[in-house]
T-cell receptor, first 115, second 113 residues
Framework: KAGVTQTPRYLIKTRGQQVTLSCSPISGHRSVSWYQQTPGQGLQFLFEYFSETQRNKGNFPGRFSGRQFSNSRSEMNVSTLELGDSALYLC??????????????FGPGTRLTVL | GDSVTQMEGPVTLSEEAFLTINCTYTATGYPSLFWYVQYPGEGLQLLLKATKADDKGSNKGFEATYRKETTSFHLEKGSVQVSDSAVYFCALSDRASSYKLIFGSGTRLLVRP
């Protein structure tokens, strides 16, 4: 069974640009979550989607947005990039995202560098 | 709000040494607790979990017991290997935020031959 895939794996952008990251969950998984990982802030929850609906959102500015498609694939978008947006962006999928019972499977991440 | 505190790293051990990585949590409800591991250049992998007090999670020789009285979930392994070198994250999820994981800051483990 293929794991969670994220594209691209590496990305370099300049301040003010926008970026779109993609995540393909494990087949059959309907929930996708996004996390930002930085050396200073650690792992922080961005948002979670289930059946194309955002169910939960973390404390990030409106520049961070996401969506989920009918095939459960998800994208996240960051507009007007800032230097502080440089991070590893991780996507995780699970069957239902009742984390207490389900297991979240993480992808390898997209490393975004903002210059 | 809910939070997770882990011991600072890096932790450096010789092969076959005993490992303990401390983790304590603060939560308003009755959370589920997790240990994830991140190998260099990879995403997170679930190592083990426990969903209620006194549960013991175990996998690949690693163990952690959910201690409600001390709000702790310490990770242990009796004999570490070089291949265990990675970053270990303690995390929680509770019913109030069942769609997200709250992570600790991570502890880097380096095992020397």
């Amino acid at each position: 069974k293929a794991g969670v895939t994220q594209t691209p794996r590496y990305l370099i952008k300049t301040r003010g640009q926008q970026v779109t990251l993609s995540c393909s969950p494990i087949s059959g998984h309907r929930s996708v979550s996004w996390y930002q990982q930085t050396p200073g802030q650690g792992l922080q929850f961005l948002f979670e989607y289930f059946s194309e609906t955002q169910r939960n959102k973390g404390n990030f500015p409106g520049r961070f947005s996401g969506r989920q498609f009918s095939n459960s694939r998800s994208e996240m978008n960051v507009s007007t990039l800032e230097l502080g947006d440089s991070a590893l962006y991780l996507c995780a999928s699970s069957l239902e995202a009742e984390i207490i019972t389900d297991t979240q499977y993480f992808g390898p991440g997209t490393r975004l560098t903002v210059l | 709000g809910d939070s997770v505190t882990q011991m600072e790293g890096p932790v450096t051990l010789s092969e076959e040494a005993f490992l303990t990585i401390n983790c304590t949590y603060t939560a308003t409800g009755y959370p589920s607790l997790f240990w994830y591991v991140q190998y260099p250049g990879e995403g997170l992998q679930l190592l083990l979990k426990a969903t209620k007090a006194d549960d013991k999670g175990s996998n690949k020789g690693f163990e952690a017991t959910y201690r409600k009285e001390t709000t702790s979930f310490h990770l242990e392994k009796g004999s570490v290997q070089v291949s265990d070198s990675a970053v270990y994250f303690c995390a929680l999820s509770d019913r109030a935020s069942s769609y997200k994981l709250i992570f600790g800051s991570g502890t880097r483990l380096l095992v020397r031959p």
